[in-house]
C-alpha cells in the first residue's frame, strides 16, 4: 500500500489524472498494481497504515491549506471512506482491528466496555486479577484482600484449605477490601470459605474511597459492572466468556493465571546483602494523632466480618511483620 505524487503509472492505472496523495494504491507482491482509491473531494491521503486486514486501512485526511483535518477508515473492497475523527492536526494514525472470536448476533453487552479493566502495564495490580477472578469465581474457595506484602506473602497455590484467589492490590487500605468483598467476592464466589485480610495499619491513612478510586481509574470495566449492578441480576455467563477470551489472548495474564493471583518477588535486597541500608520509614502508625482513618478502617474491618458471617465466611485477619531481617 502506498501514496504516489500522480505518476504516469498511477494515471495509466486509473485512466485518469489525479493530484499528489489524492489516490491510495494497493500492489501484489510482484509490484503490480491491484487496486486504487481515491480520496473524498476536497481531500488528499496521507500517513495510510493496515489495520491488521488486507480488506481495511486507516489514513489522515488533508484539506487543500496542507492541515490534516480528519482521521478515516478506507474499506478497500467497496472503496468507502469512513470518518473516525476529526481535529485540527491529526497526523500518524494507528488502528487495530481484528474479529472479537464472539458470536455478536446474540450478544447484549458492550464488547468496548464489558471486562476491559487493563490499559498498560503501569496499571494498579487489581487489573491483572480482574478478568482471572471472573474466570475462577465459581469454583474459588479462599480470598486473600491486601498490599503488596498479601500480594507477595499469599502463595494461592500452595493453600491446601480449599482452591485460593489473591485479589491483594496496590494501593490498598479496608476501603478497596470490602468494595471487594461486597460487590465481587460475595456475590460471585458461591463456594467461598474463608476471607484471608491484610491488616496493614500504617496504610490506613487515605481519605475515604481514594483507595478506591486509585484502583478503578477509569476503566470502563468497573462502571459497567456498576452500572449493571454487578451482574447478580443475570449476564454474568457472558462476562465470563469475554474475561476468558482476554486472558485467552493476552500474555500479560498468563503468569497471573498460573499463580492464581500471587506475585512471586525475588529475594529481598537485605537477603542479598546483609549490609543493606536502604530501607527507610516513611510514616510511622501511631504518630497522627488523627483517629479519623483508623476508625474508618476498623469499621469496615467490622462490617467485612460480620458481612462473612451472615454467609457462613470466615475471616482471617494478617499482620505481617515489618522488619526487613525477618
Known amino acids: ?6 505518476s ?4 495509466d492505472f486509473v485512466g485518469k489524472r489525479y493530484a499528489t496523495h489524492q489516490r491510495l494504491f494497493i500492489a501484489d507482491s510482484t509490484g503490480r498494481l491491484v487496486h486504487s482509491v481515491q480520496a473524498p473531494a476536497g481531500f488528499s491521503f496521507d ?7 488486507l480488506d481495511l486501512a ?13 482521521v478515516v477508515l478506507v474499506d478497500l473492497v467497496n472503496d468507502e471512506v469512513v470518518e473516525l475523527a476529526e481535529g485540527e492536526e491529526l497526523w500518524h494514525p494507528s488502528l487495530w482491528i481484528y474479529e472479537s472470536g464472539f458470536e455478536t448476533k446474540n450478544f447484549e453487552l458492550d464488547l468496548d ?8 502495564p503501569s496499571d494498579p495490580l487489581l487489573s491483572y486479577k480482574m478478568n482471572i477472578f471472573w474466570i475462577e469465581a465459581d469454583s474459588i474457595e479462599v480470598v486473600a484482600l491486601g498490599s503488596s506484602r498479601m500480594s507477595a506473602g499469599f502463595n494461592s497455590n500452595l493453600i491446601t484449605y480449599g482452591k485460593s484467589f489473591n485479589m491483594a492490590t496496590i494501593p490498598s487500605d479496608m476501603d478497596i477490601f470490602m468494595y471487594l468483598a461486597e460487590f ?3 456475590k460471585h464466589c458461591p463456594r467461598l470459605k474463608a476471607l484471608v485480610v491484610g491488616i496493614d495499619f500504617d496504610l490506613w491513612y487515605d481519605l475515604e474511597s481514594a483507595t478506591v ?13 456498576y452500572n449493571h449492578q454487578f451482574w447478580v441480576d443475570g449476564g454474568v455467563d457472558q462476562i465470563k466468556m469475554i474475561s476468558a477470551k482476554i486472558v485467552d489472548e493476552s500474555t500479560v495474564y498468563q503468569d497471573m493465571l498460573r499463580n492464581m493471583g500471587w506475585v512471586y518477588v525475588a529475594e529481598s535486597p537485605f537477603e542479598e546483602n546483609p549490609e543493606f541500608s536502604g530501607f527507610m520509614f516513611g510514616r510511622d502508625s501511631t504518630w497522627s494523632d488523627d483517629s479519623t482513618t ?6 469496615n474491618l467490622d462490617f467485612i466480618i460480620r458481612s462473612a458471617a451472615i454467609k457462613g465466611v470466615n475471616v482471617v485477619g494478617v499482620i505481617f511483620p515489618q522488619s526487613p531481617e525477618y
Not at 504516469?8 to 494515471?11: D, E, F
Not at 486507516?58 to 480528519?70: D, F, M, T, W, Y
Not at 478510586?213 to 459492572?225: A, R, W
Open 184 to 186: 465481587y467476592i460475595h
Open 58 to 70: 486507516v489514513a489522515s485526511l488533508v484539506n487543500s491549506n496542507g492541515s490534516h483535518r480528519k
Open 213 to 225: 478510586m486509585k484502583n478503578i481509574l477509569s476503566y470502563p470495566g468497573y462502571f459497567y459492572d
Open 8 to 11: 504516469s503509472t498511477g494515471r
Open 1 to 6: 500500500m502506498f501514496l504516489d505524487f500522480g
Open 113 to 120: 466496555s464489558a471486562e476491559i479493566y487493563f490499559d498498560n
Open 47 to 53: 500517513h495510510a497504515e493496515w489495520v491488521g486486514r
Open 294 to 299: 483508623s476508625r474508618r478502617a476498623m469499621n
